[in-house]
Protein backbone atom coordinates (compact mmCIF):
# COMPACT_ATOMS: atom_id res chain seq x y z
CA UNK A 1 0.00 0.00 0.00
CA UNK A 2 2.79 2.54 0.86
CA UNK A 3 4.06 1.63 -2.47
CA UNK A 4 0.79 2.50 -4.26
CA UNK A 5 -0.10 5.54 -2.67
CA UNK A 6 3.77 6.94 -3.33
CA UNK A 7 3.77 6.41 -6.95
CA UNK A 8 -0.47 7.82 -7.31
CA UNK A 9 1.64 10.78 -5.65
CA UNK A 10 4.07 11.11 -7.67
CA UNK A 11 1.58 10.87 -10.80
CA UNK A 12 0.09 14.27 -8.92
CA UNK A 13 3.30 16.40 -7.79
CA UNK A 14 6.43 14.85 -7.94
CA UNK A 15 8.39 17.41 -5.92
CA UNK A 16 5.58 17.27 -3.21
CA UNK A 17 5.68 13.65 -3.16
CA UNK A 18 9.32 13.50 -2.60
CA UNK A 19 9.16 16.31 0.16
CA UNK A 20 6.54 13.88 2.00
CA UNK A 21 8.34 10.56 1.27
CA UNK A 22 12.05 12.58 2.85
CA UNK A 23 9.74 13.12 5.55
CA UNK A 24 8.36 9.84 6.53
CA UNK A 25 11.65 7.62 5.96
CA UNK A 26 12.91 10.06 8.34
CA UNK A 27 9.89 8.66 10.79
CA UNK A 28 10.55 5.26 9.89
CA UNK A 29 14.29 5.83 10.92
CA UNK A 30 13.98 7.14 13.99
CA UNK A 31 10.53 4.52 14.96
CA UNK A 32 13.31 1.72 13.81
CA UNK A 33 15.82 3.22 16.18
CA UNK A 34 13.08 3.75 19.22
CA UNK A 35 11.54 0.50 18.21
CA UNK A 36 14.91 -1.79 19.14
CA UNK A 37 14.99 -0.40 22.94
CA UNK A 38 11.63 -0.29 22.84
CA UNK A 39 11.31 -4.30 22.17
CA UNK A 40 14.79 -4.71 24.59
CA UNK A 41 12.96 -3.30 27.08
CA UNK A 42 9.48 -5.43 26.84
CA UNK A 43 11.50 -8.35 26.44
CA UNK A 44 13.18 -7.76 30.10
CA UNK A 45 9.75 -7.29 31.15
CA UNK A 46 8.26 -10.53 29.77
CA UNK A 47 11.41 -12.13 31.61
CA UNK A 48 10.32 -10.61 34.76
CA UNK A 49 6.69 -11.40 34.37
CA UNK A 50 8.05 -15.15 33.47
CA UNK A 51 9.86 -15.04 36.67
CA UNK A 52 7.11 -13.89 38.64
CA UNK A 53 4.49 -15.92 37.42
CA UNK A 54 6.80 -18.78 38.24
CA UNK A 55 7.04 -17.71 41.65
CA UNK A 56 3.40 -17.01 41.96
CA UNK A 57 2.94 -20.89 40.56
CA UNK A 58 5.18 -22.31 42.97
CA UNK A 59 3.21 -20.43 46.10
CA UNK A 60 0.10 -21.73 44.63
CA UNK A 61 1.06 -25.38 44.22
CA UNK A 62 2.32 -25.57 47.55
CA UNK A 63 -0.57 -23.30 48.96
CA UNK A 64 -2.09 -26.28 51.40
CA UNK A 65 1.50 -26.53 53.24
CA UNK A 66 1.29 -22.76 53.34
CA UNK A 67 -1.89 -22.73 54.78
CA UNK A 68 -1.25 -25.61 57.16
CA UNK A 69 2.02 -24.07 58.65
CA UNK A 70 -0.10 -20.47 58.90
CA UNK A 71 2.73 -18.66 56.62
CA UNK A 72 0.12 -16.81 54.08
CA UNK A 73 1.72 -13.37 55.64
CA UNK A 74 5.01 -14.38 55.11
CA UNK A 75 4.30 -15.88 51.41
CA UNK A 76 2.39 -12.54 50.66
CA UNK A 77 5.28 -10.63 51.88
CA UNK A 78 7.98 -12.72 50.54
CA UNK A 79 6.36 -11.84 46.51
CA UNK A 80 5.58 -8.35 47.22
CA UNK A 81 9.62 -8.05 47.71
CA UNK A 82 9.90 -10.20 44.80
CA UNK A 83 8.28 -8.06 42.71
CA UNK A 84 9.92 -4.74 44.38
CA UNK A 85 13.32 -6.27 42.96
CA UNK A 86 12.20 -6.94 39.63
CA UNK A 87 10.56 -4.15 38.66
CA UNK A 88 12.81 -1.59 40.85
CA UNK A 89 12.44 2.28 40.45
CA UNK A 90 15.22 2.46 38.14
CA UNK A 91 13.84 -0.01 35.59
CA UNK A 92 10.66 1.67 35.74
CA UNK A 93 11.71 4.76 35.11
CA UNK A 94 13.52 3.41 31.75
CA UNK A 95 10.62 1.82 30.90
CA UNK A 96 8.15 4.96 30.82
CA UNK A 97 10.89 7.12 29.10
CA UNK A 98 11.15 4.46 26.80
CA UNK A 99 7.17 3.95 26.17
CA UNK A 100 6.98 7.91 26.37
CA UNK A 101 9.76 8.36 23.45
CA UNK A 102 7.60 5.81 21.08
CA UNK A 103 4.59 7.53 21.69
CA UNK A 104 5.52 10.55 20.65
CA UNK A 105 7.25 9.32 17.52
CA UNK A 106 3.88 7.89 16.89
CA UNK A 107 2.38 10.93 16.94
CA UNK A 108 4.91 12.56 14.79
CA UNK A 109 4.19 9.78 12.15
CA UNK A 110 0.59 10.25 12.38
CA UNK A 111 0.03 13.60 13.23
CA UNK A 112 2.66 15.95 12.35
CA UNK A 113 3.74 14.69 8.91
CA UNK A 114 0.79 15.28 7.30
CA UNK A 115 0.21 18.68 8.85
CA UNK A 116 3.93 19.41 7.54
CA UNK A 117 2.45 18.08 4.29
CA UNK A 118 -0.36 20.70 4.89
CA UNK A 119 1.72 23.67 4.98
CA UNK A 120 4.18 22.76 2.24
CA UNK A 121 0.95 22.12 -0.26
CA UNK A 122 -0.14 25.67 0.96
CA UNK A 123 2.80 26.93 0.20
CA UNK A 124 3.19 25.14 -3.30
CA UNK A 125 -0.48 26.20 -4.03
CA UNK A 126 0.50 30.01 -2.87
CA UNK A 127 3.29 30.38 -5.80
CA UNK A 128 1.44 28.70 -8.38
CA UNK A 129 2.71 25.07 -8.17
CA UNK A 130 0.15 23.50 -7.52
CA UNK A 131 -3.45 23.75 -7.65
CA UNK A 132 -5.94 23.90 -4.53
CA UNK A 133 -7.60 20.50 -5.78
CA UNK A 134 -4.17 18.33 -6.00
CA UNK A 135 -2.99 19.96 -2.32
CA UNK A 136 -6.37 18.56 -1.21
CA UNK A 137 -5.77 15.53 -3.05
CA UNK A 138 -2.52 15.36 -1.42
CA UNK A 139 -3.17 16.08 1.96
CA UNK A 140 -5.68 12.71 1.67
CA UNK A 141 -2.76 10.62 0.48
CA UNK A 142 -0.76 11.50 3.04
CA UNK A 143 -2.65 10.64 5.63
CA UNK A 144 -3.71 7.30 4.29
CA UNK A 145 0.18 6.79 3.85
CA UNK A 146 1.33 7.97 7.11
CA UNK A 147 -1.52 5.33 8.25
CA UNK A 148 0.34 2.18 6.41
CA UNK A 149 3.57 3.98 7.80
CA UNK A 150 2.21 3.93 11.53
CA UNK A 151 1.47 0.33 10.88
CA UNK A 152 5.09 -0.68 10.01
CA UNK A 153 6.74 1.22 12.80
CA UNK A 154 4.17 -0.54 15.24
CA UNK A 155 5.14 -4.05 14.20
CA UNK A 156 9.01 -2.82 14.17
CA UNK A 157 8.57 -3.46 17.92
CA UNK A 158 7.58 -6.61 18.02
CA UNK A 159 10.12 -7.72 15.16
CA UNK A 160 12.75 -6.55 17.53
CA UNK A 161 11.01 -8.72 20.41
CA UNK A 162 10.62 -12.01 18.01
CA UNK A 163 14.52 -11.47 16.98
CA UNK A 164 15.79 -11.48 21.02
CA UNK A 165 13.63 -14.11 21.68
CA UNK A 166 14.93 -16.39 18.54
CA UNK A 167 18.41 -15.75 19.74
CA UNK A 168 17.76 -16.87 23.08
CA UNK A 169 16.48 -20.28 22.11
CA UNK A 170 18.18 -20.87 19.16
CA UNK A 171 20.45 -23.88 19.38
CA UNK A 172 24.41 -21.78 20.34
CA UNK A 173 26.12 -25.04 19.01
CA UNK A 174 24.09 -25.54 16.31
CA UNK A 175 26.55 -24.82 13.22
CA UNK A 176 29.55 -26.01 15.18
CA UNK A 177 28.73 -29.25 16.60
CA UNK A 178 29.52 -32.84 15.44
CA UNK A 179 26.73 -33.54 12.81
CA UNK A 180 28.08 -36.88 12.16
CA UNK A 181 26.10 -40.02 13.53
CA UNK A 182 28.18 -40.75 17.27
CA UNK A 183 30.10 -43.66 17.31
CA UNK A 184 29.25 -46.38 20.43
CA UNK A 185 30.81 -45.85 23.61
CA UNK A 186 34.24 -46.20 24.02
CA UNK A 187 34.83 -44.38 26.89
CA UNK A 188 33.53 -41.26 28.71
CA UNK A 189 35.44 -39.29 30.58
CA UNK A 190 35.27 -37.11 33.52
CA UNK A 191 37.73 -34.41 34.52
CA UNK A 192 35.90 -32.41 37.30
CA UNK A 193 38.54 -29.19 38.23
CA UNK A 194 35.38 -27.59 40.06
CA UNK A 195 32.54 -26.49 39.53
CA UNK A 196 31.11 -23.18 41.38
CA UNK A 197 27.43 -21.96 41.54
CA UNK A 198 27.16 -18.04 41.04
CA UNK A 199 27.35 -16.03 44.15
CA UNK A 200 28.78 -19.02 46.07
CA UNK A 201 32.60 -18.81 46.02
CA UNK A 202 33.18 -22.09 47.80
CA UNK A 203 33.26 -24.49 44.81
CA UNK A 204 31.79 -28.30 44.76
CA UNK A 205 33.09 -31.41 42.81
CA UNK A 206 36.83 -30.15 42.98
CA UNK A 207 38.90 -32.31 41.30
CA UNK A 208 37.07 -35.46 40.24
CA UNK A 209 38.36 -37.86 38.06
CA UNK A 210 37.25 -40.72 36.36
CA UNK A 211 36.28 -43.18 33.10
CA UNK A 212 33.49 -45.05 32.48
CA UNK A 213 33.70 -47.62 29.79
CA UNK A 214 30.99 -50.32 28.23
CA UNK A 215 29.59 -52.67 29.99
CA UNK A 216 30.42 -51.08 33.57
CA UNK A 217 28.41 -50.10 36.40
CA UNK A 218 29.23 -47.24 38.20
CA UNK A 219 28.16 -45.44 41.45
CA UNK A 220 27.94 -42.22 43.16
CA UNK A 221 27.19 -41.82 47.01
CA UNK A 222 27.89 -38.83 49.06
CA UNK A 223 25.58 -36.83 51.96
CA UNK A 224 22.39 -34.12 50.66
CA UNK A 225 24.16 -31.17 48.70
CA UNK A 226 27.83 -32.14 47.46
CA UNK A 227 27.50 -31.99 43.97
CA UNK A 228 26.12 -35.81 43.03
CA UNK A 229 23.31 -34.84 41.24
CA UNK A 230 24.82 -31.57 39.51
CA UNK A 231 27.55 -34.27 38.28
CA UNK A 232 24.61 -36.20 36.80
CA UNK A 233 23.74 -32.93 34.87
CA UNK A 234 26.53 -31.76 33.68
CA UNK A 235 26.90 -35.59 31.96
CA UNK A 236 23.58 -35.14 30.70
CA UNK A 237 24.12 -31.78 29.74
CA UNK A 238 21.49 -30.13 31.52
CA UNK A 239 23.24 -27.25 32.79
CA UNK A 240 25.13 -24.89 31.37
CA UNK A 241 29.38 -25.19 32.12
CA UNK A 242 29.50 -21.78 32.60
CA UNK A 243 31.04 -22.17 36.08
CA UNK A 244 32.58 -25.49 35.37
CA UNK A 245 36.77 -25.62 35.00
CA UNK A 246 37.86 -29.20 33.17
CA UNK A 247 36.19 -31.51 30.32
CA UNK A 248 33.62 -34.42 29.79
CA UNK A 249 34.96 -36.33 26.94
CA UNK A 250 32.56 -39.19 25.35
CA UNK A 251 35.24 -41.14 22.83
CA UNK A 252 37.88 -38.39 23.16
CA UNK A 253 35.94 -35.54 22.10
CA UNK A 254 33.87 -32.87 23.93
CA UNK A 255 30.40 -33.91 24.94
CA UNK A 256 29.62 -29.88 24.00
CA UNK A 257 31.31 -30.53 20.47
CA UNK A 258 28.51 -33.42 19.95
CA UNK A 259 25.09 -32.31 18.79
CA UNK A 260 22.28 -33.07 21.06
CA UNK A 261 20.66 -35.13 19.24
CA UNK A 262 23.59 -37.84 18.44
CA UNK A 263 24.43 -37.12 22.23
CA UNK A 264 21.04 -38.16 23.64
CA UNK A 265 20.61 -40.96 21.10
CA UNK A 266 23.96 -42.59 23.61
CA UNK A 267 23.22 -40.89 26.60
CA UNK A 268 20.43 -40.42 28.65
CA UNK A 269 19.74 -39.84 32.15
CA UNK A 270 16.35 -40.86 34.85
CA UNK A 271 15.54 -38.70 37.31
CA UNK A 272 13.69 -39.18 40.78
CA UNK A 273 10.24 -37.45 39.66
CA UNK A 274 10.13 -38.03 36.15
CA UNK A 275 7.64 -36.36 33.43
CA UNK A 276 4.45 -38.64 32.20
CA UNK A 277 1.84 -36.81 29.57
CA UNK A 278 -1.62 -37.37 29.22
CA UNK A 279 -2.22 -40.82 27.41
CA UNK A 280 -1.59 -44.68 27.63
CA UNK A 281 1.70 -46.60 29.34
CA UNK A 282 2.32 -47.59 26.34
CA UNK A 283 2.58 -44.38 24.47
CA UNK A 284 3.68 -42.78 27.72
CA UNK A 285 7.30 -45.43 26.96
CA UNK A 286 6.92 -45.40 23.69
CA UNK A 287 6.12 -42.00 22.46
CA UNK A 288 4.14 -43.95 19.37
CA UNK A 289 7.70 -44.88 17.63
CA UNK A 290 7.34 -48.39 16.12
CA UNK A 291 8.87 -51.19 18.17
CA UNK A 292 9.72 -55.24 17.86
CA UNK A 293 7.27 -56.51 20.31
CA UNK A 294 10.13 -58.86 21.63
CA UNK A 295 11.67 -55.91 22.81
CA UNK A 296 8.97 -54.08 24.62
CA UNK A 297 7.96 -57.26 26.26
CA UNK A 298 11.78 -57.84 27.17
CA UNK A 299 11.94 -54.16 28.50
CA UNK A 300 8.49 -54.50 30.40
CA UNK A 301 9.86 -57.59 32.39
CA UNK A 302 13.11 -55.82 33.36
CA UNK A 303 11.54 -53.09 34.92
CA UNK A 304 8.42 -55.16 36.75
CA UNK A 305 5.93 -53.60 34.06
CA UNK A 306 4.91 -57.61 32.94
CA UNK A 307 1.49 -57.82 34.90
CA UNK A 308 -0.07 -54.62 31.81
CA UNK A 309 1.08 -56.99 29.28
CA UNK A 310 -1.37 -59.43 27.73
CA UNK A 311 -4.32 -58.25 29.47
CA UNK A 312 -4.25 -54.54 27.43
CA UNK A 313 -2.80 -53.07 30.65
CA UNK A 314 -0.40 -51.54 28.67
CA UNK A 315 -3.71 -49.42 27.83
CA UNK A 316 -3.97 -48.02 31.24
CA UNK A 317 -4.74 -44.38 31.07
CA UNK A 318 -2.07 -42.16 32.60
CA UNK A 319 -3.30 -39.13 33.39
CA UNK A 320 -1.27 -35.45 32.96
CA UNK A 321 2.52 -36.02 34.63
CA UNK A 322 1.33 -39.37 36.21
CA UNK A 323 -1.29 -38.15 39.06
CA UNK A 324 -3.19 -42.00 38.75
CA UNK A 325 -0.25 -44.11 39.41
CA UNK A 326 2.37 -44.23 42.15
CA UNK A 327 5.65 -42.56 42.21
CA UNK A 328 7.34 -46.34 41.50
CA UNK A 329 5.23 -47.03 38.88
CA UNK A 330 5.90 -43.53 37.55
CA UNK A 331 10.12 -44.00 38.00
CA UNK A 332 9.37 -47.80 36.19
CA UNK A 333 7.92 -46.51 32.98
CA UNK A 334 10.41 -43.88 32.64
CA UNK A 335 13.22 -46.71 33.09
CA UNK A 336 11.67 -48.55 30.00
CA UNK A 337 11.08 -45.29 27.90
CA UNK A 338 15.29 -44.92 28.88
CA UNK A 339 15.84 -48.77 27.68
CA UNK A 340 13.61 -49.08 24.75
CA UNK A 341 16.16 -46.81 23.30
CA UNK A 342 18.78 -48.85 23.83
CA UNK A 343 21.51 -46.16 25.01
CA UNK A 344 25.05 -46.70 25.65
CA UNK A 345 25.30 -45.12 28.87
CA UNK A 346 22.29 -45.10 31.22
CA UNK A 347 22.25 -42.25 34.36
CA UNK A 348 19.66 -42.86 37.20
CA UNK A 349 19.50 -40.14 40.03
CA UNK A 350 17.86 -41.72 42.60
CA UNK A 351 15.42 -42.95 39.77
CA UNK A 352 14.10 -46.27 41.66
CA UNK A 353 13.84 -44.57 44.97
CA UNK A 354 9.71 -44.93 44.81
CA UNK A 355 9.89 -48.16 44.12
CA UNK A 356 8.89 -51.38 47.25
CA UNK A 357 12.74 -52.12 48.33
CA UNK A 358 12.20 -56.31 47.39
CA UNK A 359 10.99 -55.16 43.14
CA UNK A 360 13.97 -52.66 43.25
CA UNK A 361 15.70 -55.42 43.69
CA UNK A 362 14.79 -57.83 41.43
CA UNK A 363 14.95 -54.56 38.54
CA UNK A 364 18.34 -54.05 39.06
CA UNK A 365 19.33 -57.55 38.93
CA UNK A 366 17.34 -58.02 35.49
CA UNK A 367 19.08 -54.01 34.57
CA UNK A 368 21.98 -55.01 35.40
CA UNK A 369 22.42 -58.57 33.76
CA UNK A 370 20.63 -56.82 30.53
CA UNK A 371 23.25 -53.57 30.81
CA UNK A 372 26.23 -56.37 30.80
CA UNK A 373 24.55 -58.65 27.20
CA UNK A 374 24.43 -55.18 25.44
CA UNK A 375 27.56 -53.64 26.50
CA UNK A 376 25.66 -50.39 28.36
CA UNK A 377 27.15 -48.62 31.04
CA UNK A 378 25.38 -47.81 34.07
CA UNK A 379 26.59 -44.51 36.05
CA UNK A 380 23.84 -44.30 39.41
CA UNK A 381 23.12 -42.20 42.27
CA UNK A 382 20.91 -43.95 45.64
CA UNK A 383 21.10 -43.17 48.82
CA UNK A 384 20.18 -47.57 48.94
CA UNK A 385 21.95 -50.15 48.68
CA UNK A 386 20.85 -51.98 45.66
CA UNK A 387 24.10 -51.36 43.59
CA UNK A 388 26.44 -52.21 46.29
CA UNK A 389 27.37 -55.46 45.51
CA UNK A 390 27.16 -55.13 41.91
CA UNK A 391 28.93 -52.00 40.95
CA UNK A 392 32.68 -52.43 39.21
CA UNK A 393 33.24 -49.00 40.57
CA UNK A 394 31.84 -46.85 43.61
CA UNK A 395 32.93 -42.49 44.04
CA UNK A 396 31.90 -41.55 47.39
CA UNK A 397 31.76 -37.65 47.08
CA UNK A 398 32.58 -35.70 50.71
CA UNK A 399 32.21 -32.12 50.24
CA UNK A 400 36.15 -30.73 48.28
CA UNK A 401 37.40 -34.66 47.93
CA UNK A 402 36.08 -38.15 46.87
CA UNK A 403 37.05 -41.31 46.96
CA UNK A 404 36.78 -44.01 44.59
CA UNK A 405 36.26 -47.69 45.13
CA UNK A 406 36.34 -50.76 43.21
CA UNK A 407 33.39 -53.02 43.93
Known amino acids: MVIVLTVYMATINIKMTGITIVLFGLGLLVSKSVSRVFGKVRNQKQKKNARLNQTLIEIIKNLPTIIQ ?52 GLLFAVHGKATIGSVIVMIDLSSRLSQKVQNIAEMLPEKETARIIRKRIQPKAAISAHQKPLGNLQSLEVDVEHFRYPGNEKGILENIHFTIRPGEIWQV ?101 GKNLSGGEKQRIALARALIKNPELLLIDE ?10 DEIVQHLVEYARQKSMAILTISHNHEFDDIANHTIVIQGERYETARA
Open 69 to 120: LRKKTYFNSYFRQRMNEEYDPSFLKKMINVQAIYISQMVFVQEIIPIFVLFI
Open 221 to 321: KGKSGTGKSTLFHLIARKKEEENFEGHLQYNGEDIQDIDRKEYYKKVLCIEQDPFLFQGTVMENITFREKYPQEIVKEVMEICGLHHWIGSNGEKTFVENN
Open 351 to 360: GLSGVHPDLR
